[in-house]
């Protein structure tokens, strides 16, 4: 069974990925998604599986604190 997230809160997470530096592209890259389910789940129409969230908050060194409010399980 894969666990997903319920909600994402898009513009946090946008924040962090200005600030890392990395090319979005990069990022969609190293979750192994297409460009278009990247959009899909920041517009909370799929969710994060747990296994995106680790990645992401691996990369963008999301403090757990904002992991709690970035995505709302």
């Known amino acids: 069974m894969i666990t997903k997230t319920q909600n994402v809160d898009a513009g ?3 924040e962090y990925i200005n600030k890392s530096g990395y090319k979005l592209g990069y990022i969609i890259e190293q979750l192994g998604l297409s460009r278009q389910a990247f959009d899909m789940k920041m517009k909370n129409k799929n969710k994060f599986r ?4 680790y990645v992401l908050c691996d990369l963008l ?3 757990p ?3 709690a409010k970035i995505f709302m399980f």
């Open 12 to 14: 946090r997470l946008e």
């Open 65 to 67: 604190e904002d992991k």
């Open 50 to 53: 747990a296994s995106e969230v």
């Open 61 to 63: 060194k999301i403090t």
